[in-house]
């Protein structure tokens, strides 16, 4: 392996179980990590890759409001997030979702004091500012919060119990826009597990993951868009939409299978993953700008990086090579990257094995689209590069 395709890996102190891409500015790799823990002080990190030189720079900042269970990153405001959390106050278990911002200069560079650097972590601090609280006791727990990809568009959809709720945030602050339930299935309310917004159609649709299902919902008729029954065996973990085709969906879930879908027909999947992961696949992810690239992360602490190009917005055509071609075809056989490029099938491209515990999320660069990171719960962050031989086969 060459030295700029070795892993990143950076250790957070504490437990932690998802990570986000810093989406507003697309010049430099960055993400937000943070931490799960009931008994110590929670922690956001801060991480900035420098691909360049293949170091990264980390700032953490304080979290002391709980422990953290959804991070979600403005994709419009590259210092503003959201954290939805869980703590315990007064012997009773409470959540939130809180609207926070990162003090970053012009630069996109965090503003830290020095008196609260902490050598023992090798990092700097800062403190983060608390912008507003979603207020959830109406419609119950915010177990996690998306914003929506749509350039000038500062829209929020929180997601709790069987409810989204859209809030407007184009002021700074919440505004409560419009409130979504989905239908109850044999008398029984559904549970949102995840959720994704569709980057199509305007952005008027948000896919739930519920039970063993995905429904596609449309915010403009406050109506079905779609439903995919059964989707998997068991519980959806996550879904995902592909960026650059219309209509195509993949998810993955306790089913250990990552499942790709057209919602145009839903009677079966376009293609099935079923002999990658040995448990529970908790997050997949499409490439924002190659949509054949594909990763997924499960609890068998395992993160693969698959190639489906001939369900992409770009299909893989192999080039008919006349016999003429033959000679230089054969010379060119030591090159390293052009025959693989001409040979790519879908398939799994690399299995990441940098983890020791349950792999709880998956996220591409918003800058890069060669680099993605993955972050297991023994507080393991590992940032991986996708295989040059890969690369330029896309690239030639």
Request: hydrophobic share 35%; with cysteine; proline share 5%.
């Amino acid at each position: 392996m060459d030295l700029d395709e070795a892993p990143i890996i950076h250790g957070l102190e504490l437990p932690s179980r998802c990570i986000c891409a810093q989406s507003a500015d697309t010049n430099i790799t960055r993400f937000m990590v943070a931490t799960q823990s009931l008994r110590q002080e929670n922690q956001l990190h801060y991480v900035e890759f420098d691909d360049e030189n293949n170091v990264i720079d980390k700032t953490m900042f304080s979290h002391p409001i709980g422990e953290v269970w959804h991070l979600s990153a403005s994709f419009n405001n590259p210092d503003v997030f959201t954290s939805c959390y869980q703590a315990f106050e007064n012997g009773k278990l409470i959540h939130g979702c809180m609207v926070g911002k990162l003090p970053l200069d012009e630069n996109q560079k965090p503003i830290v004091n020095s008196a609260t650097t902490q050598d023992i972590t090798q990092s700097q601090q800062g403190t983060l500012e608390n912008l507003a609280t979603l207020d959830s006791e109406e419609f119950g727990n915010i177990s996690s919060s998306h914003w929506k990809p749509i350039e000038g568009e500062n829209f929020l959809m929180a997601l709790a119990g069987s409810k989204m709720l859209l809030y407007d945030m184009e002021q700074g602050t919440p505004k409560l826009s419009d409130s979504f339930e989905l239908p109850t299935r044999k008398g029984h309310p559904c549970t949102i597990t995840s959720g994704r917004w569709n980057p199509h159609h305007g952005g008027k649709q948000f896919a739930a993951a519920t039970e063993q299902n995905v429904v596609g919902w449309d915010i403009r008729s406050k109506s079905q868009a779609f439903i995919i029954e059964g989707a998997h065996g068991q519980l959806v973990r996550d879904v995902d939409f592909n960026p650059n085709k219309m209509y195509y969906v993949v998810t993955c879930g306790d089913d250990c299978q990552v499942k790709f879908w057209d919602t145009r027909d839903l009677s079966d999947p376009v293609k099935v993953l079923s002999d990658d992961h040995s448990h529970w696949v908790w997050s997949t992810r499409y490439n924002p700008f190659h949509d054949q690239l594909v990763l997924s992360g499960g609890s068998d602490s395992r993160v693969i990086l698959y190639n489906m190009k001939t369900i992409s917005s770009e299909p893989f055509e192999t080039e008919n090579l006349s016999s003429d071609d033959d000679a230089s075809k054969s010379s060119d056989s030591d090159d390293e990257f052009s025959p693989e490029k001409r040979q790519m099938e879908d398939g799994v491209i690399g299995v990441y094995e940098e983890h020791e515990d349950s792999v709880y999320a998956v996220e591409w660069s918003a800058a890069d689209p060669w680099t993605f990171a993955s972050l297991s719960y023994d507080g393991r962050f590992v940032i991986n590069r996708v295989p040059k031989k890969v690369k330029y086969g896309i690239l030639l």
